[in-house]
Structure formats: structure tokens, C-alpha cells
């Protein structure tokens, strides 16, 4: 099967959204809070945690088919442009909260009442789907992306490599850990926790600009100048 320009375009366009919904110290910070936290029963318990967030995250994909599109025949359609405006205002939005909100993953409670639950598994994959649903901006990133795939005329490979890229993009904060865990569980707890110290100085700035650009990139889409 032939590559077109239109498939690495829209590889193209998706990898950006992919890397910023990648940028989530909360969701990582939960994921070395969980490795550091359940001892031996770390790794199995951050893998029922990524079966949460990925649930979400394949809702959000298939929610994204749901949205208005471009009609591969007709370009731009007016709806679909105004959900490519709507989605770059939400991240304006978070953007601003960021700015507002204090620093702290908000996890630890939970995970404290977690290790005294006798369903361990259900329960860290309850609290994986509550950190991805409520992780907005990289909702709104998957949203973003999987939009522009479903109304891109493109090859059904080239499709499924950007909802792959995009699925892959949002849960790195959950796969990065666990598999460092897997190939290497004596350093991954203590370099991870190095990681996440950067990301919980630096991460709501990172957060506001990944917000900001993106935003200003669905923006240029929605008014039809790229």
C-alpha cells in the first residue's frame, strides 16, 4: 500500500498534539507514587492504572469520530472549523486555570486509602480513569487530533497510525514508568522520582505553553490557513 502526501501529512499534524498530551506531571507523578508505594505489587498495580487511563483514552478517540468533519470532497466544512475553534478556546481555558492553580498531583490521598482496599486492581484502575478524565488538556489534545485524523482523506493505515500515535502520546506518563519498572526496577523508582521533580517545578509552565500553542495551532486550522 502506497503512502500518499495526504498520510504523512496527517502524521505530521498529529505528532505535536501526541507530544503535548505527553507532557502530564500528574499523570506520571501518580504512576512513581504507585511504583514507590505498593512494593512488590507496584508494577502489577500501575499496569490495572493504565488499563483505567487507556479506557478513557479510547473513549475520547471514539467520541472524536462523533464530532463533525471535513467531508473529503467538499474541504472545510463551517461545523468542523468551529470545533477546531471550540476545542483551541477549552485550551485557552485550561491554560488560565493553570496559571491560577497551585502545583500538586492531588493523588495522594487516594493512593493512601488505595493500599487499604481489598480490590487493589479495581482500584487502581477506578483511579486511572479518574486521573485521565479529569487530565483536560490532554483530553482535549487527543480530542484535537483524533478530529483531524477522522476528517483527513486518508489511507486506513495512515489512520491507524495516528490514533496509535495520539493513544500512545497520552498514557507515555503511565508507560514510561511501567516500563522502565519492567527493564529496570532497581534505578526506575529513584529516577523517576528525579523526573517528576523537574515536572512538579516546571510543569505547570510547560503545561500553559503546550495549552497555548496548540490552541494558536487549531486556531490557523479553524480559519482555514493551513
Avoid at 190 to 201: F, I, N, P, T, W
Wanted: charge should be positive.
Amino acid at each position: 500500500m502506497a503512502v500518499t502526501g495526504t498520510d504523512a501529512t496527517l502524521v505530521l499534524h498529529v505528532l505535536p498534539l501526541a507530544a503535548g498530551a505527553a507532557v502530564s506531571p500528574a499523570l506520571l507523578g501518580a504512576s512513581v507514587e504507585i511504583l514507590a508505594g505498593f512494593a512488590g505489587r507496584g508494577i502489577r498495580t500501575l499496569a490495572s492504572y493504565l488499563v483505567g487511563a487507556a479506557a478513557v483514552v479510547c473513549a475520547a478517540l471514539l467520541l472524536a469520530t462523533a464530532l463533525p468533519q471535513r467531508g473529503p470532497s467538499t474541504g472545510a466544512s463551517a461545523v468542523s472549523d468551529a470545533v477546531d475553534l471550540a476545542l483551541a478556546a477549552l485550551l485557552v481555558i485550561v491554560a488560565a486555570v493553570l496559571v491560577f492553580r497551585r502545583s500538586g498531583s492531588g493523588s495522594g490521598a487516594t493512593l493512601t486509602r488505595l493500599r487499604a482496599s481489598r480490590w487493589l486492581a479495581l482500584g487502581a484502575a477506578a483511579l486511572g480513569v479518574l486521573m485521565m478524565a479529569t487530565n483536560i488538556s490532554t483530553l482535549v489534545l487527543v480530542l484535537a487530533g483524533a478530529h483531524e485524523t477522522a476528517s483527513a482523506d486518508a489511507g486506513a493505515l495512515a489512520s491507524g497510525v495516528a490514533y496509535g500515535v495520539l493513544a500512545f502520546g497520552a498514557l507515555l506518563p503511565v508507560l514510561l514508568p511501567l516500563g522502565w519498572a519492567v527493564l529496570s526496577p532497581k534505578t526506575a523508582t529513584r529516577q523517576l522520582g528525579r523526573l517528576q521533580a523537574v515536572l512538579s517545578r516546571h510543569g505547570r509552565v510547560i503545561g500553559i505553553v503546550v495549552c497555548l500553542l496548540t490552541a494558536v495551532y487549531l486556531v490557523v486550522r479553524g480559519l482555514g490557513l493551513i
